[in-house]
């Protein structure tokens, strides 16, 4: 792969950007350059803010389109995406090392699904209502679009964390400059050649590629409206800050420590449990927020659950992303592996029974590849049990019974996935019921497009997905007639 770009797409033209400085992207399984693209500065945020200021403020402009005018360009962007799936996938994988079999689904099938979810909705929902006021007279209660908004994605799911947020500010007529993490850039210019080729107005997405420093200008910038980010809980803090201080409303999907609560009646057959169990706590090498990367075993049956984990992390395929057969594939960036190995040895230091992984796989010396790790007889107080550590590391903790497993889940500054393994189902639910978290699953997990997802605590704070994430591209305005 050798991508090369010297523009940036804004305004619905490729024009040029104010500097030279690119950005260059590293395959993380081979450690070979991907190609290059511009870096936005503080003048190309200002040029993309612009041009979403003024597709959503023209008077005839894409937030007065009809709803279901808007659904259709956003079906045909779905239309373009599902052809171009493939190159969608193979970018995302070489570039933060999901495996291309997931990045197949994830990262394609899954935004498109969104997209055409919110299209329907667009189409069905009604935005507003006339109800008779307690003074009389009719009153029009109306749901506006909110403006222009500024998303920020992170690395580890580029498209989908995006689509999240693209999705529901189309439908609501809002339009946006999306910041694309500086690791994961390739994919968005696809992304914009599709938005070219499906005919989506000019302005009504732009894309800044760019770092920190970019995502924090767009952040404060006087012309937007509102922010929608996903990362880790550090910058969204910093985020939230800028937010407070302006007084702009702002969505923060951040980190998780979520937990994997096995009952004393779960069933380990990893024939049987096992696909389950890899989206819940591995999926894409350990990079994925909701992960329930501490599994509470009950100690009736603690040796057989270490056992279970153990063998099945040590019996994962890891190797190069882009091989279909790959099912755990590098850490994203050198840095990150760092990060990574730097939990580990912690995780060693603090004492607990390493019993697989913990070092780098054999034969695989190019790219940033970590063993998937499982240390039982962890404290919950211990590091690797509180911080989030982003990679393929399990930490195992016993509890006494139900009460005490859902203490320990709780006794976390995060909040946003988890699940709860029972062949009990009702029994399952109750204790899902009991845990602070945004999401949880019983015997499964997925972030389904239909229901809102996000997080308790440090998590975050408001909601995507579902109908429900409409409302935060929308403001309420009440009319009294
Ligand atoms: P990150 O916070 O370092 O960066 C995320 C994005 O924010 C990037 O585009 C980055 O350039 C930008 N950014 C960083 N600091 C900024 C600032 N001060 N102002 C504006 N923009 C800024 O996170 P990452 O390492 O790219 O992603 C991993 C993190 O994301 C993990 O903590 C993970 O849990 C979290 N995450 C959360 C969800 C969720 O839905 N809750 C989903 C995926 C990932």
Known sequence: ??????????????????TDRTINPVNASTEEPLGHVPEATEADVDRAVAAARAAFDAPSGWASWEPARRADVMDRLADVMERRADEFAARVSAQNGMPVAIAGLLETAYPTMILRFYAKLAREAVFEDTREGLFGGPIQVRRVPIGVVAAIAPWNFPQALAMFKIAPAMATGCTLVLKPSPETVLDSYLLAEAMEEAGVPAGVINIVPGGREAGAYLVAHPAVDKVAFTGSTPAGRAIAETCGRLLR????????????????????????????????????????????????????????????????????????????????????????????????AKGRAEGARL????????????????????FADVDNSAVIAQEEIFGPVLALIPYDDDDD????????????????????????????????????GVNRYVPDPAAPFGGFKDSGIGRELGPEGLLAYQQYQTVYR
């Open 1 to 18: 792969m050798n991508l090369r770009y010297d523009t940036l797409y804004i305004g619905g033209e490729w024009v040029r950007p104010a």
């Open 249 to 344: 409303p702002v969505t923060l999907e951040l980190g998780g420590k979520s937990a994997t609560i096995v009952l004393d009646d779960a069933d380990l057959d990893l024939s049987k449990i096992g696909e389950g169990l890899f989206t819940a706590t591995l999926l894409s090498n350990g990079q994925t927020c909701f992960l329930g990367t501490r599994v509470l075993a009950p100690r009736s049956r603690y040796e057989e659950v270490v056992d279970a984990l153990t063998v099945f992390a040590s019996s994962l395929t890891v190797g190069d992303a882009a091989d279909p057969a790959t099912q755990i594939g590098p850490m994203a960036t050198a840095s990150h592996r760092q990060r990574v190995e730097s939990y580990i």
């Open 355 to 374: 019993t697989t992984g913990g070092g780098r796989p054999v034969g695989l010396d190019q790219g940033w590849f970590v063993e998937p790790t499982v």
């Open 405 to 440: 497993a859902v203490r320990i889940a709780n006794d976390s500054d995060f909040g946003l996935g988890g699940t709860v393994w029972t062949s009990d189902p009702e029994r399952g639910a109750a204790v899902a019921h009991r845990v602070r978290t945004g999401t949880i």
